[in-house]
């Protein structure tokens, strides 16, 4: 009787390291043509070209609407780690700070840099949200994230001593997720021509004084 050799474990890093270079390319390229053409305009094929792969390797990645999503979160935090925005490094500095001023800083820093970087997908994805059931609830479950995450950082403001008397946490949640998101950034870069730099600092002014007073 033959015993049957026991089969070794097979490993293809070079095969690996091609899909995620593929996958990288196709995000990437989906990212672009969703910022420049909106979701609508934008087709598998034109993907497919601008990445330099097969339709057939961009629809077994993912089809048009997971698209758009992969391109929205790799541009949240701006790359594919599998790691929530408020467990990144400088969010945790941000919520371990306890100073009301250093974390205004730092969410002004951050959300600059987000907003900036993010604007024009998120302007895809409203715009196809409203067309496209497939995205219609993914859009409202990004702004509830959007809001709790927003709540969050009030909250450390709040536990640092940084809001106004009379200001609840809700109250200012809310004005800070309304005011804050992709039309104003949209219409200070493009409209005006502001840099990230003058988004960070128009944000920290705008932090300071709906929260305020900062210690």
């Given at each position: 009787?033959t015993v049957?050799k026991?089969?070794?474990?097979?490993?293809?890093?070079?095969?690996?390291?091609?899909?995620?270079a593929?996958?990288?390319?196709?995000?990437?390229?989906?990212?672009?043509l969703?910022?420049?053409?909106?979701y609508?305009a934008?087709?598998?094929?034109?993907?497919?070209?601008?990445?330099?792969?097969?339709?057939?390797?961009v629809y077994?990645?993912?089809?048009?609407?997971?698209?758009?999503?992969?391109?929205?979160?790799?541009?949240?935090?701006?790359?594919?780690?599998?790691?929530a925005?408020?467990?990144?490094?400088?969010?945790?500095?941000?919520?371990?700070a306890?100073?009301?001023?250093?974390q205004?800083?730092?969410?002004?820093?951050?959300?600059a840099?987000?907003?900036?970087?993010?604007?024009?997908?998120?302007?895809?994805?409203?715009?196809?949200?409203a067309?496209d059931?497939?995205?219609?609830?993914?859009?409202r479950?990004?702004?509830?994230?959007?809001?709790?995450?927003t709540?969050?950082?009030?909250?450390?403001?709040?536990?640092?001593?940084?809001?106004?008397?009379?200001?609840?946490?809700?109250?200012?949640?809310?004005t800070?997720?309304?005011?804050?998101?992709?039309?104003?950034?949209?219409?200070?870069?493009?409209e005006?021509?502001?840099?990230?730099e003058?988004?960070?600092?128009?944000?920290?002014?705008v932090?300071?004084?709906?929260?305020?007073?900062?210690?």
């Amino acid at each position: 009787m033959t015993v049957p050799k026991e089969r070794r474990p097979y490993h293809a890093p070079r095969r690996a390291e091609q899909a995620a270079a593929t996958r990288d390319a196709i995000i990437s390229a989906a990212s672009e043509l969703f910022a420049q053409r909106g979701y609508a305009a934008t087709t598998m094929a034109a993907i497919a070209e601008a990445a330099q792969v097969t339709p057939k390797s961009v629809y077994s990645l993912a089809e048009k609407p997971r698209l758009l999503l992969l391109a929205v979160d790799r541009a949240i935090v701006g790359d594919d780690e599998p790691v929530a925005l408020l467990d990144r490094p400088e969010m945790r500095d941000l919520m371990a700070a306890g100073d009301a001023r250093a974390q205004i800083r730092l969410a002004a820093r951050i959300g600059a840099r987000t907003l900036v970087r993010l604007y024009p997908l998120y302007r895809a994805f409203e715009h196809a949200a409203a067309t496209d059931p497939a995205l219609h609830e993914s859009w409202r479950e990004y702004q509830s994230q959007r809001r709790a995450d927003t709540a969050k950082v009030v909250r450390a403001v709040a536990d640092a001593g940084g809001l106004r008397p009379g200001l609840s946490v809700e109250r200012a949640t809310d004005t800070l997720w309304t005011l804050l998101g992709w039309h104003a950034v949209a219409l200070l870069v493009e409209e005006r021509g502001w840099d990230e730099e003058q988004v960070g600092e128009w944000m920290e002014e705008v932090l300071e004084a709906l929260l305020g007073p900062v210690p």
